[in-house]
């Protein structure tokens, strides 16, 4: 297994902008790769999937049209842009890769489908 770092996370107001990264180390083309959140007190929700490589994409119906996954193949690096932040978005955010799919094949919004995680970077949006 490889080793996901996430970064980007900070404090921000409703309505502002943030994007937080990950990096992999180990080979992840083809992977699938997850940003995931958890609110204190709750449990851990599916915000956004992507496959490295030729990608499909999904997204949480709660940040549909706010946030928008990306990746850098080469830099091994996924991106979670976050825009119109609500103070509900608060939470720690945590990274996720998963098994090598095939091609447009999507990335089940569900923490079986990933196998390791980041550590996680705090997401805080004040009213």
């Known amino acids: 297994q490889g080793h996901l770092e996430e970064s980007g996370g900070g404090s921000v107001q409703t309505g502002g902008s943030l994007t937080v990264s990950c990096a992999a180390s180990g080979a992840v083309y083809g992977r699938c790769m997850g940003w995931f959140r958890q609110a204190p007190g709750q449990e851990r929700e599916a915000v956004a999937s992507i496959r490295m490589g030729h990608g499909t994409i999904l997204y949480a119906d709660s940040v549909q049209g706010r946030f928008t996954i990306s990746q850098d193949s080469p830099k091994k690096t996924t991106y979670l842009q976050m825009n119109s932040l609500k103070p509900e978005d608060t939470a720690v955010y945590y990274c996720?890769?998963?098994?090598?799919?095939?091609?447009?094949?999507?990335?089940?919004?569900?923490?079986?489908?990933?196998?390791?995680w980041g550590q996680g970077t705090q997401v805080t949006v004040s009213s």
């Open positions: 996720a890769a998963g098994s090598v799919v095939a091609p447009y094949r999507p990335c089940v919004l569900s923490a079986a489908e990933f196998d390791y």
